[in-house]
């Protein structure tokens, strides 16, 4: 048996390595990234495989997480709707037979709709938090029960800025809401499962272009709103997030949980 407390991210191991660069390899750990058929999912698998790890891909969109597990070396694809018990079951059965036990998850699925909050349908609403939030929960436990048995893990939380403030101008209370709840469920089970070796942060884009920001990103009049309200004026690079995933994944972080770091240009500053 793999003696996970020498090197599980989230274990404290005397000494530390004595090369820092080290400090962000993530070499045989099995990583989990839900959201991974497009955009910062699928960067943040890329990413995480680069690293060292041996990555599941799980999304809705069979065909999309089939073909980018094939670019990626022992790489694996595991369809799944989060917001479905049965999934999520299988999803954490299947890697662990597949790749090993789960060091990491990536909770990246996500939803939107940009409505004023008195024309969002209570429907609307509880599909929104039902993604971003039910399922963040209902996965974090399930993966976290191998974890606490093994004394270690991480796990990351893609929440948003829109977590920490709201987006006034641009309406979606029900994303604001679930995002500000991932926020306050990392610190929640950041508390409840630190002093077994596992934690748990947030990370907090900014703008950055994906699937779900594709229609405000790809306008002149969306763009130029993005780029005044962001004192670096621009939108963010994908690789941009990658420091921050991979610090918050593995042992550079080791002292580390319950937080939320935004990746935002300065968003938030004004």
């Known amino acids: 048996m793999r003696d996970d407390r020498a090197a599980a991210p989230g274990v404290f191991v005397p000494g530390g390595p004595s090369d ?16 991974a058929s497009s955009g910062l999912g699928a960067r943040f698998a890329q990413v995480l ?10 999304a809705r969109r069979k065909d999309r997480i089939g073909e980018l597990a094939a670019q990626m070396p022992g790489a694996l694809a595991v369809p799944c709707d989060v917001t479905a018990a049965g999934d999520r079951d299988r999803l954490v059965r299947t890697v662990t037979e597949r790749l090993g036990s789960i060091d990491i998850l990536v909770n990246n699925a996500g939803l939107s709709q940009v409505v004023p909050a008195e024309e969002q349908t209570p429907d609307a609403f509880s599909e929104i938090v039902a993604v971003n939030l039910n399922s963040v929960f209902a996965l974090s436990a399930a993966v976290a029960s191998g974890m606490l048995r093994r004394g270690g893990g ?9 977590g920490l403030v709201g987006s006034g101008s641009l309406p979606q209370a029900a994303y604001a809401a679930s995002k500000g709840g991932v926020i ?11 002093d077994r070796g596992v934690r748990v942060n947030a990370l907090c884009p900014g703008w950055f272009r994906s699937e779900m ?18 004192p670096m004026r621009r939108l963010g690079e994908p690789h941009e997030l990658d420091g921050a995933l991979l610090f918050l994944a593995g042992a550079a972080s080791t002292y580390v949980t319950g937080t939320a770091v935004p990746v935002d240009g300065g968003y938030l500053t004004l």
């Open 49 to 58: 495989t680069a690293a060292g790890a041996r990555v599941a891909l799980a």
């Open 20 to 35: 820092p660069i080290s400090l962000f390899r993530l070499d045989g750990r099995v990583a989990v990234v839900t959201g």
């Open 184 to 194: 306050n469920l990392t610190r929640e089970l950041a508390a409840q499962w630190a």
């Open 213 to 230: 920001t594709a229609e405000m990103v790809d306008t002149g009049t969306g763009r130029a709103w993005i780029e005044r309200r962001t």
């Open 154 to 162: 991480s796990i990351v939380n893609v929440a948003s800025v829109y």
